[in-house]
């Protein structure tokens, strides 16, 4: 029963260091997400994906950068870390008809120096 | 554009008592989803419950029961005799389908902090 599964569950990098966080899904869903999450705000949505090769902007993607080489992963790097890149990140997936929920992984805490 | 409202920040009841969340949602589709998600302590996202906007049934499962009310644009939680478990963070959230081009990205409240004190 692994549903959703992220990778690292924390993260502490200097600012300007990069990194990837991966997401893996064996539920067989068609999208993905990944949001971020702060204090009173939420969560909002980064990017997402709808299917293998397929990536699209959310409401904040500046300053991450997406990638789905397979159906079951979906990456979120960030090419220079800045300390308001200080968040919960979260990956959801989902099937693709309209009615299905978002199921998402345990999330990840990544703090920038 | 989507909006969701919670309007509660905090909320703090003792056990035992009843405790209704609130949501506000905006929208201009006329086809939607709503759903509740609970964030416990150790901050995983837990779907509790979804409604489209064709349905306006309440909902009752267990201590748990949602009001649907389309005439107010809102979608509220109520949990019965509250209990210490329940103490989590409460999103509600909205997905709708523009025209089959929104892919199901959910809007998300900004989250009410429950705490049920023994």
């Known amino acids: 029963n692994a549903g959703v599964t992220q990778t690292p569950k924390f993260r502490v990098l200097k600012t300007g260091q990069s990194m990837t966080l991966l997401c893996a899904q064996d539920m067989n869903h068609e999208y993905m997400y990944w949001y971020r999450q702060d204090p009173g705000m939420g969560l909002r949505l980064i990017h997402y994906?709808?299917?293998?090769?397929?990536?699209a902007k959310g409401e904040v993607p500046d300053g991450y950068n997406v990638s789905r080489l397979k159906k079951q992963n979906f990456l979120l790097g960030l090419e220079s870390a800045a300390p308001s890149q200080t968040s919960v990140y979260f990956c959801?997936?989902?099937?693709?008809?309209?009615?299905?929920?978002?199921?998402f992984g345990d999330g990840t805490r990544l703090s920038i120096l | 554009a989507q909006k969701v409202t919670q309007a509660q920040t905090e909320i703090s009841v003792v056990e035992k008592e009843d405790v209704t969340l609130d949501c506000v949602y905006e929208?201009?589709?006329?086809?939607?989803?709503l759903f509740w998600y609970k964030q416990p302590p150790s901050g995983e996202l837990v779907f509790l419950i979804r409604?489209?906007?064709?349905?306006?049934q309440n909902e009752i499962s267990g201590r748990y029961s949602w009001n649907f009310q389309k005439s107010t644009s809102s979608f509220n939680f109520t949990i019965t005799a509250s209990q210490v478990v329940d103490s989590a963070v409460y999103f509600c959230a909205l997905s709708t389908n523009a025209g089959g081009t929104s892919y199901g990205k959910l809007t998300f409240g900004q989250g009410t902090i429950l705490t049920v004190h023994p």
């Open positions: 994906s709808v299917g293998e090769g397929t990536t």
């Open positions: 409604r489209n906007s064709f349905d306006e």
């Open positions: 929208t201009r589709d006329t086809t939607y989803y």
């Open positions: 959801a997936s989902r099937r693709k008809q309209f009615n299905q929920p978002q199921h």
